[in-house]
């Protein structure tokens, strides 16, 4: 079993460029979130997502653009990356009618310099 | 909002001990799941255990256990007879069912654990 699957596990940008992080489950999960991950700050929800087509800032959305392109499939878009969004970011899905728990992806660790 | 705190950024145990993790939060709502993650060196998030708010019995997962107290809005994690493999961080972490998910998980910033040999 595949699970969350995160695509890239690492990457290094300057600042300015842009990318997408890709996100796939195989759970048949309606919700999927991005979280990132700074040293001494746990982990805090960026965008969700309740279901295809619907997406929802969550407590850090700004500089992040988000995709749920369809039920599978969640993707992070950086347009300007800025060193402040250097960070581990990890995609979690679950299933919200009868929640039991998140599921997350490995992880990015992005740098940008 | 919610929110959650752990007190403890950092515990060193020798293997074999028993050692209890912090955790306090803070919320209005009554109807709530919280969890406990493990997140080694690998990075992955890793699910040890979660308690339905609604339940009175607290949580148990072989060596893995909780202290569930409603009231006073705390759930601590007793790990006995501890493992070099349980070294990790540990994360306490809320989810509302009010919230249709829209919250996500609120996490506290974690206790990093030490096992000792």
């Known amino acids: 079993n595949a699970g969350v699957t995160q695509t890239p596990k690492f990457q290094v940008l300057k600042t300015g460029q842009s990318m997408t992080l890709q996100c796939a489950q195989d759970?048949?999960?309606?919700?999927m979130y991005w979280y990132r991950q700074d040293p001494g700050m746990g982990l805090r929800l960026i965008y969700y997502s309740a279901s295809e087509g619907t997406t929802d800032k969550g407590e850090v959305p700004n500089g992040y653009n988000v995709s749920r392109l369809n039920k599978r499939e969640f993707s992070l878009r950086l347009e300007s990356a800025a060193p402040s969004q250097t960070s581990v970011y990890f995609c979690a899905s679950s299933e919200d009618r009868v929640y039991t728990e998140a599921f997350f992806g490995q992880g990015t660790r992005l740098t940008v310099v | 909002a919610q929110t959650v705190t752990q007190s403890q950024p950092e515990m060193s145990v020798q293997e074999a001990e028993t050692v209890t993790l912090s955790c306090t939060y803070d919320?209005?709502?009554?109807?709530?799941?919280l969890f406990w993650y493990k997140q080694p060196p690998s990075r992955q998030m890793i699910l040890v255990i979660r308690?339905?708010?609604?339940?009175?019995q607290n949580a148990t997962e072989n060596r893995f256990s909780v202290n569930f107290q409603k009231a006073a809005k705390s759930f601590s994690l007793k790990i006995s007879d501890s493992q070099l493999g349980d070294t990790a961080m540990y994360f306490c972490?809320?989810?509302?069912?009010?919230?249709?998910?829209?919250?996500?998980?609120?996490f506290g910033k974690g206790t990093h654990l030490i096992i000792q040999p």
């Open positions: 972490a809320l989810y509302l069912r009010s919230g249709g998910g829209a919250d996500g998980l609120t």
């Open positions: 308690q339905e708010a609604y339940k009175q």
């Open positions: 919320t209005s709502e009554n109807n709530y799941y």
């Open positions: 759970m048949n999960h309606n919700s």
